[in-house]
């Protein structure tokens, strides 16, 4: 199992920070910024990996590699 999250709003108006592959949220929170902080931390403690935050529209918003995760494309990560 990979240790990738994804951090989206959920119809009701909560945001998960949810752990690819799984069916439950790992936290739910008021605000995306409180939900992609949760997934960071998360991240860092498990190793790293890959963080994927959807907007309230559903579209992804933005992927980043947290440490020590290895970054697929680092020469063209300008995001961060």
Known sequence: MSNN???Y???DGKWVNLLNGN???TSLHDTQK???TAAKENLKNQGGGELTV???DGKFR???TISPGND???PRD???
Do not use: F, I, L, M
Request: glycine share 4%.
């Open 5 to 7: 999250r994804t951090v």
């Open 9 to 11: 709003q959920r119809a």
């Open 23 to 25: 069916n439950r949220a």
């Open 34 to 36: 409180e939900a992609a």
């Open 54 to 56: 959807a907007g309230r």
């Open 62 to 64: 933005s992927k980043d």
């Open 72 to 74: 697929p494309c680092p």
């Open 78 to 80: 300008k995001e961060h």
